[in-house]
T-cell receptor, first 116, second 111 residues
Framework: NAGVTQTPKFQVLKTGQSMTLQCAQD?????MYWYRQDPGMGLRLIYY???????DKGEVPNGYNVSRLNKREFSLRLESAAPSQTSVYFC???????????????FGPGTRLTVT | SQQGEEDPQALSIQEGENATMNCSYK?????LQWYRQNSGRGLVHLIL?????REKHSGRLRVTLDTSKKSSSLLITASRAADTASYFC???????????FGTGTRLTVIP
């Protein structure tokens, strides 16, 4: 099993450009998450999907959109990138989330994004 | 914010010594988890302790939870150079839809 995979691993964008970060999991998990990690800030939740067909905002959703394409895939889109979105982005999945108690999360290797 | 706080922010020890890091949080929880992150990698789940548990062991890891003080500690015994990483606590609540992560403790184990 590959676990959680993310593409791309690195990306450089210019201000105003758009891009989509891809995430897939092969553990048949119901819940998926997108985080960003900035120095000294820990992980902050951008969006999550408690189950296939549902998505909800997290702590820092502004400037992002998500799509839960199917049970396996959860993508994050930056419509108009800004320098403040320079960060490392992690996708994660868990068996359950969404108010049913929190289970351990499994993380992808991350995407390092720089916006100039 | 429901985010936990780890203490200390950074810790440097000699190989073979024990490492203790602490986590404090603000809200009621139903579980607390610890994760490890090696430089440039994603987080890896280490251990989960539920709110009705006081102590849990996994190999060289020992986690305690004191819900009255809203705090937890992670003890790594007989540390190894390979334990060098950042360690994060994360809290889960029944009414919440996700985990809340702390800012992490950076552990350096000197060979």
């Amino acid at each position: 099993n590959a676990g959680v995979t993310q593409t791309p691993k690195f990306q450089v964008l210019k201000t105003g450009q758009s891009m989509t970060l891809q995430c897939a999991q092969d553990m048949n998990h119901n819940s998926m998450y997108w985080y960003r990690q900035d120095p000294g800030m820990g992980l902050r939740l951008i969006y999550y999907s408690a189950s296939e067909g549902t998505t909800d905002k997290g702590e820092v959703p502004n400037g992002y959109n998500v799509s839960r394409l199917n049970k396996r895939e959860f993508s994050l889109r930056l419509e108009s990138a800004a320098p403040s979105q320079t960060s490392v982005y992690f996708c994660a999945s868990s068996q359950y989330g969404g108010g049913r108690g929190s289970y351990e999360q499994y993380f992808g290797p991350g995407t390092r994004l720089t916006v100039t | 914010s429901q985010q936990g706080e780890e203490d200390p922010q950074a810790l440097s020890i000699q190989e073979g010594e024990n490492a203790t890091m602490n986590c404090s949080y603000k809200t009621s929880i139903n579980n607390l988890q610890w994760y490890r992150q090696n430089s440039g990698r994603g987080l890896v789940h280490l251990i989960l302790i539920r709110s009705n548990e006081r102590e849990k062991h996994s190999g060289r890891l020992r986690v305690t939870l004191d819900t009255s003080k809203k705090s937890s500690s992670l003890l790594i015994t007989a540390s190894r150079a390979a334990d060098t990483a950042s360690y994060f606590c994360a809290t889960g609540s029944t009414g919440a839809n996700n985990l809340f992560f702390g800012t992490g403790t950076r552990l350096t184990v000197i060979p």
